[in-house]
């Protein structure tokens, strides 16, 4: 009886609000929910009428009175009242039949303003939240993936997102430096775009491009280059085409995007303490988020820092995970979580 009359009641949600994907925890239950950050509503009005997985489908191939946009870029809210109806649906999906709203713990990127941590926490208050608490995202990565971030010795973190990159060093469950770099997925696929027209003057879609990414894109030479037929638009000729790319011109193609990264993670070594330092020597760094799942850039770091480099298991949950975590520890969220000063 009592645990009918419990389950009646809200569970608490962890929130992984990214730039290309929403992934929701639900305590004791793990992640439920792991869909796009799409949203397609009917042109000149808030009126939604598809979500996540289903409006990315849309994309790019909506008539004129339907758009499907992302309302997320870069990591932080680019559309207040998208996002706040995206959030409703999500967790109104996950949290049917509760007597008493949620409290969510939301992960930002460490880089954010305070306007725009205020911006995530009015948007999930008024999908339904009873409560809303902001956490790092890389703080909530490096718990996810589960690195001793309690313990007085340096654990590295980055975190490849679709928007933002989060490099940090944590030590005794706090960020001891940080950097937040607006460079992700979206980037990469950015510039796989700009190179098919600047080399074949040929225009492709953003779907085609993280296509394009995924199945033949890399950032270390591999061992068998790999090849793959794109279909695009010729710009001369406005007519369909299709043509032959190699893996190796698209690894260069994200030579930009990469360098930025590199030097971003080289910064934050500098700055990092001796102490901590020594102990990255044997520890050495994890990456996660959909980024790292890009071929060879373990190696690449790797080569870069020397330092060891460890893939998450599952990268794409790191930031769920921890944010479900979190949820699991209330002194944690007490004392660590970022709440937004007003």
């Not at 102490?275 to 990255?280: R, V």
Request: charged share 25%; glycine share 10%.
């Amino acid at each position: 009886m009592f645990a009918q009359l419990k389950s009646l009641f809200s569970n608490d949600i962890g929130i992984d609000l990214g730039t290309a994907n929403c992934l929701v925890y639900v305590g004791g239950r793990g992640i439920v929910l792991r869909e796009p950050s799409v949203v397609a509503i009917q042109a000149g009005t808030n009126n939604v009428l598809a979500v996540g997985e289903e409006a990315k489908r849309w994309l790019g191939r909506t008539p004129g009175n339907i758009i499907a946009i992302r309302p997320m870029k870069d990591g932080v809210i680019a559309d207040f009242e998208i996002t706040e109806a995206m959030l409703r649906h999500f967790i109104k999906k996950v949290q049917h039949k509760k007597l008493i709203a949620p409290r969510v713990v939301v992960a930002v990127p460490s880089g954010i303003t305070e306007v725009e941590k205020r911006a995530v926490k009015d948007s999930a208050t008024h999908a339904g939240a009873r409560d809303v608490i902001l956490i790092d995202q890389p703080l909530a990565s490096a718990i996810g993936v589960g690195l001793p971030v309690h313990e007085p010795a340096g654990n590295m973190i980055v975190d490849i997102g679709g928007g933002t990159c989060e490099i940090a060093i944590v030590s005794l469950a706090n960020i001891v430096f940080s950097r937040s770099l607006r460079v992700g997925g979206d980037e990469f696929d950015n510039t796989i775009i700009a190179h098919m027209k600047r080399a074949y003057n040929m225009m492709i879609g953003e779907r085609t491009a993280e296509e394009i990414k995924i199945r033949i894109g890399s950032a270390f030479p591999l061992e068998q280059e790999l090849t793959m037929d794109v279909k695009g638009r010729d710009l001369a000729a406005g007519l369909p085409k299709t043509l032959t790319i190699r893996s190796e011109e698209v690894r260069e193609a994200l030579q930009e995007p990469l360098s930025s990264i590199l030097e971003s993670i080289r910064l934050t070594l500098e700055r990092c303490p001796p102490e901590l330092a020594s102990d990255l020597v044997d520890r050495g760094l994890v990456m996660a988020g959909g980024g790292s799942l890009l071929r060879g850039i373990d190696r690449l770091v790797a080569e870069e820092t020397g330092l060891p480099i460890h893939l998450a298991d599952d990268p794409m949950s790191a930031v769920a995970e921890g944010t479900g975590r979190v949820l699991e520890q209330l002194e944690f969220i007490k004392n660590q979580a970022v709440r937004p000063k007003y």
